[in-house]
């Protein structure tokens, strides 16, 4: 079954300044994918850019693909065939992710920033983010990946798992040309009927914080400011009104 990786965008930012952070808006997974490889290429190609974060929903129920996953399972050709699923492939690599209900964010930054922006220090401000919310999150316990065929059904060094040891927030890298693109999911109330079709396993439980998603980022949003207050960021504004004059 043919999987369309990504589609091509026109999306224009016009720095000014050295980091953009991204409104928040829900959009069909082909179009997540493209203004996150376009906001990479304008880290890579614009001097000025440090960084972009983005933090975004999916329109309707998505599956996402790792970069190296070259098969998917019978069953979820049919769960796509029947409507019940949409599939998109990443840029960037791991297992498959279940994007219902959670939040997902992309970070690019150039190379010369790994040391601020590696998955340590990402996931550090996740951490320390989300325990002023009350969610205490710790590291995962596995080094190497074994390929799974769920991202969260693995647990690396690199993610993060709550008190109870339900893989909370997974994360995956891609490189090119000096720079990353980090694409990470947080899993606050995925569907537990389409969890369980997909991967044969129980979904993490609804993450109970007494917060929306929007609350939820906004706080992301201002912990990451605050912890990078020495960078100047513009703020764009992409939603699903203005959306098409950028694809």
């Known amino acids: 079954m043919k999987i369309i990786i990504n589609k091509s965008t026109k999306l224009i930012l016009g720095i000014e300044n050295q980091a953009l952070i991204f409104s928040t808006n829900n959009l069909p997974g082909f179009d997540q994918m493209a203004l996150d490889l376009n ?36 069953h979820w050709e049919d769960l796509l065939s029947n409507g019940e699923i949409n599939i998109v492939r990443r840029p960037s690599g791991g297992g498959a992710v279940l994007h219902s209900g959670g939040i997902t964010y992309a970070l690019t930054f150039k190379k010369t920033y790994y040391k601020v922006l590696s998955y340590q220090m990402v996931n550090n401000w996740l951490i320390k983010s989300f325990g002023k919310l009350g969610l205490k999150l710790g590291y995962g316990n596995l080094r190497k990946s074994l390929i799974k065929t769920n991202c969260f059904g693995t647990s690396l060094v690199s993610d993060l798992v709550d008190q109870d040891g339900f893989k909370r927030i997974g994360s995956a890298q891609f490189r090119k040309k000096g720079a990353f693109l980090q694409h990470g999911e947080i899993q606050t109330n995925p ?24 609350e939820i980022v906004q706080h992301l949003r201002n912990s990451f400011l605050n912890n990078n207050s020495n960078i100047n960021f513009k703020n764009v504004e992409i939603d699903n009104k203005n959306i098409r004059k950028f694809l």
């Open 191 to 214: 569907s537990k009927d389409l969890w369980y079709k997909l991967f044969k396993e129980e979904a993490p439980p609804k993450v109970n914080l007494g917060l929306t998603n929007d």
């Open 39 to 74: 906001s990479l290429d304008q880290t890579i190609s614009n001097p000025e850019i440090i960084l972009t974060l983005r933090f975004y929903y999916w329109t309707g129920d998505w599956l996402s693909i790792g970069y190296h996953q070259k098969e998917i399972p019978i």
